[in-house]
């Protein structure tokens, strides 16, 4: 996976009573765009990231 700060992101809920959190790539920590991220949530809350099979990244203009 590759990503660029500025990018959004999505971690998708796994159960049902789960919701799907959303953020932004404020800095790619790894060499060439790979992880690791330092993500910062909609609701405020940062901290550093390796993607899952969970997660996804949206580059901005390329949404649905």
């Given at each position: 996976?590759?990503?660029?700060?500025?990018?959004?992101?999505?971690?998708?809920?796994?159960?049902?009573?789960s919701?799907?959190?959303?953020?932004?790539?404020?800095?790619?920590?790894?060499?060439?765009?790979?992880?690791?991220?330092?993500?910062r949530?909609?609701d405020?809350?940062?901290?550093?990231?390796?993607?899952?099979?969970?997660?996804?990244?949206?580059?901005?203009?390329?949404?649905?």
């Amino acid at each position: 996976m590759k990503a660029v700060a500025g990018d959004r992101i999505v971690i998708r809920g796994t159960t049902v009573e789960s919701t799907d959190r959303h953020g932004q790539i404020v800095e790619v920590r790894g060499v060439d765009g790979a992880p690791p991220y330092l993500v910062r949530f909609d609701d405020g809350h940062e901290t550093i990231m390796f993607p899952g099979g969970d997660f996804a990244v949206e580059r901005p203009g390329t949404e649905p």
